[in-house]
């Protein structure tokens, strides 16, 4: 038999051409028309684009991202197992506020604070005197949610006793993360910052305690400094406020700031007492994004019994078919990140935290040991588990160059100390490589003379200040004269 092939017309081909743009069945996108035209930017645009062309522009443009994983100024988690990945995707559609529709859901948020709650020695003695939590979108929401439950329970505490409640204050350390300076100013609270020194880059708990009056709602404490990992002397404080708080008849509490320490302190160093075995810990955040090993989504607010989260601040609604309590500054949010959450808890159990986060502390704690060895570095951050595995160091004599020079070589955070952040995935082998890096960077910034500084500097400030505008929120008003003129920043009004 013989098969014949008909030579098809230029115009036929033509149109068949159009049509598999149109209908997007062209897989080979940069020989299609759309490769020579710009990516709609500040206007919805007025026809359609096929999928497989609008997914591939939106890839090119984010592959000039950088790398997750290389990204060693973070916390976040940027590595999880296949399997937490599929069950993420496998649930991206389920709003986890809808209880009534996704039954099992909630049950496994409830499954996750209570395995938190028991890990943070919450008192589970009697009903009455039982904890209780929520999960956030991040630490901010979480910090936000405990600032204004203790601010509401100081309040209806002064109204009782007929005392004014127009002048809240809380002390939190200077060290403290930009979600409590938000929450000090949204809640309309005076914050009270205890001064870092060089020799102390974290709360003095005396000092912090002396600061205290009859109007402080609390004191916050953290539990893994945001620039050096170090774990704030939480028991201390506690026994100092609870002196204070005896002598003066007052109920000041501490809220614990573990947003970065939570998932490591009780596997690497649980002989430190931090959580609600001390008293005075009214509540406790912990992040499931950082070292609780999921990406970013999802935190943990929790609070020692019904008496720290007033009930007027508890919302109870039956939009979706049930009643429902709810403590949230948002109402809908995915319900992945915290089933992924549960994935990991049981995946791992204590013996699989013990093991990554111990040898995470290892890995810090070599870095750390060769960046001294090298004899031009003094290392910041707390050693032998005593803070969450990082490493801030700064340089130990001046140069033509400073920390923020050796930041721009290596494309790690600017500040006036360098941290590196080891994270699941931050391996000894990566470690070296960076170990390689950092002594190539001052072997060349050590070539540097002034005019070599003065330069570099400069074209740093403008790429800085290049990406400022870039990523600044401004509307773009149409121009008359050129519909399509293109703007070098994302419009947003």
Not at 45 to 73: C, F, H, Q
Not at 247 to 267: E, L, Q, R, T
Request: net charge negative; hydrophobic share 40%.
């Amino acid at each position: 038999m013989v098969f014949l092939s008909r030579a098809v017309a230029d115009e036929s081909e033509s149109e068949t051409k159009n049509q598999q743009e149109t209908q997007g069945g062209e897989t080979t996108i940069y020989r299609t028309r759309w490769a020579t035209r710009d990516i709609p930017r500040y206007k919805l645009p007025n026809e359609k684009m096929p999928s497989n062309v609008v997914y591939r522009m939106i890839k090119d443009e984010t592959a000039l991202d950088g790398t997750p994983a290389l990204n060693l100024a973070s916390f976040v988690t940027t590595y999880m197992e296949d399997e937490a990945e599929q069950l993420m995707k496998e649930n991206l559609s389920k709003n986890f506020i809808e209880f009534e529709q996704y039954p099992q859901t909630a049950e496994i948020s409830n499954r996750c604070v209570n395995i938190i709650a028991r890990l943070f020695n919450a008192p589970l003695e009697a009903p009455e005197s039982e904890a209780l939590g929520c999960s956030t979108i991040g630490s901010s929401e979480a910090i936000i949610l405990c600032v204004l439950a203790m601010k509401r329970r100081w309040q209806l505490g002064r109204k009782e006793k007929g005392l004014p409640t127009d002048k809240p204050n809380m002390i939190i350390g200077a060290n403290c993360h930009v979600a409590f300076k938000k929450a000090m100013r949204y809640l309309e609270v005076e914050a009270r910052a205890v001064p870092c020194t060089e020799e102390k880059l974290c709360m003095n708990p005396v000092k912090a305690v002396e600061m205290a009056d009859e109007n402080t709602i609390g004191i916050c404490a953290i539990l893994g400094s945001t620039y050096t990992g170090e774990y704030e002397d939480i028991e201390a404080l506690d026994k100092l406020l609870q002196e204070k708080n005896e002598k003066n008849g007052w109920d000041i509490g501490i809220h614990v700031d573990a947003a970065s320490g939570g998932f490591v302190a009780p596997f690497v160093t649980p002989d430190i007492v931090w959580d609600f075995r001390l008293e005075r810990v009214h509540s406790i955040n912990v992040s499931g994004h950082k070292y609780g090993l999921i990406y970013p989504g999802v935190d943990w607010a929790l609070w020692r019994g019904k008496q720290f989260l007033p009930d007027v601040l508890i919302f109870n609604v039956n939009y979706l078919g049930s009643e429902q309590a709810t403590f949230t500054l948002n109402f809908s949010k995915n319900a992945s990140n915290i089933i992924a959450q549960y994935y990991v808890l049981i995946r791992l159990g204590r013996v699989g935290f013990t093991d990554i986060m111990t040898n995470l502390v290892s890995t810090s704690e070599y870095l750390a040991n060769k960046l001294e060895e090298t004899g031009r570095i003094t290392i910041l951050s707390a050693r032998n588990g005593r803070g969450v595995p990082l490493v801030a160091f700064h340089l130990k004599e001046e140069k033509i160059y400073d920390e923020f020079d050796v930041s721009a070589k290596l494309h790690m955070e600017h500040l006036k100390l360098l941290r590196v952040v080891v994270r699941e995935g931050f391996s000894h082998n990566r470690c070296e490589i960076l170990l390689r890096d950092i002594q190539a960077t001052l072997a060349s910034l050590d070539q540097w003379d002034e005019k070599a500084a003065e330069y570099h500097r400069k074209f740093s400030s403008a790429t800085a200040k290049h990406k400022q505008q870039r990523h600044h929120a401004n509307y773009h008003p149409k121009d008359a004269n050129d519909s399509n003129k293109n703007h070098n920043a994302p419009g947003a009004f």
